[in-house]
């Protein structure tokens, strides 16, 4: 069975074995779950121990020994929600908090005009500034995404926020990759627009431009590096670039 969902919950790879091993076991002791998982007895031991401040694991006492429990799967919803609280008690802390951070530390410090973000999570990181300092487009230059392919998820959500802000993506891309995924406009959905420039047309790099930033995308296996430059002269002249082979690309 497929739990891998545990672990995009919070839950450790050994504390979805564990837990599942109760499942399978019932009530049981701590030297059983030990054989049913071939995990060390010590990590067992904080595998459970961790479980039950989730409220995932209960235990019973037998004749002076302890049998462990697996909480009903349903618990799982309930440790679900726990979390979604926190969170958002968090956000409403960091949207009281972020205000008097800008106004004590913003104007004492020089603005950074440029980022490097490494990594699935830095490629996360810039596109969700996408979201939020895009002036109504997104516009793509070059080598083709691998995004849908690496992080599916989060590219779907992503995919849709964008749709939802009313997003125009327009893309430029050699000819030979109209067959790909993200040149369709069945996946991209709706404000999506793409145009195919010439063969010789070589861009090693994705490049994206929005608000006052460009950043070039360089794939490295299934490894990103995005380069960002926040300047808005820099920003609006690759935008004329962008609009003058836009007027020469082919639909």
Known sequence: MDLSALERMG?????????????????????????????????????????QDKGLVSYVVKDSMKYFEASPPEHLLDFVNEKKKELTLQEKQLNALIPKLKSEFGSSKPIAQAHVYLGVEGFKTMRRDVLRNATGELLLI???????????????????ERQANKIKLKFLIKESARKRALAKKNVRGKHF???????????????????????????????????????????????????????????
């Not at 779950?33 to 479980?51: A, P």
């Not at 070589?202 to 380069?227: H, Q, T």
């Not at 002269?233 to 082979?245: E, G, H, P, T, V």
């Open 193 to 251: 627009y793409a145009k195919f420039l010439p063969e010789d047309f070589e861009s090693p790099a994705v490049i994206n431009i929005y608000g006052d930033r460009v950043v070039d995308v360089l794939w490295k296996n299934n490894e990103p590096i995005c380069f960002m430059l926040i300047n808005k002269d820099i920003a609006d002249s690759y935008r004329k670039y962008f609009n003058y082979l836009w007027k020469t690309a082919k639909r």
């Open 11 to 51: 839950l450790s790879r050994a504390e979805v074995r564990v837990y599942e091993a109760l499942l399978r076991l019932g009530s049981t002791s701590l030297g059983k779950v030990v054989d049913e998982t071939s995990l060390r007895k010590s990590t067992v031991y904080e595998c459970i121990k961790r479980l």
């Open 142 to 160: 070059g080598a083709i995404s691998r995004e849908d392919e690496v992080m599916p998820i989060f590219y779907n959500w992503w995919n849709h």
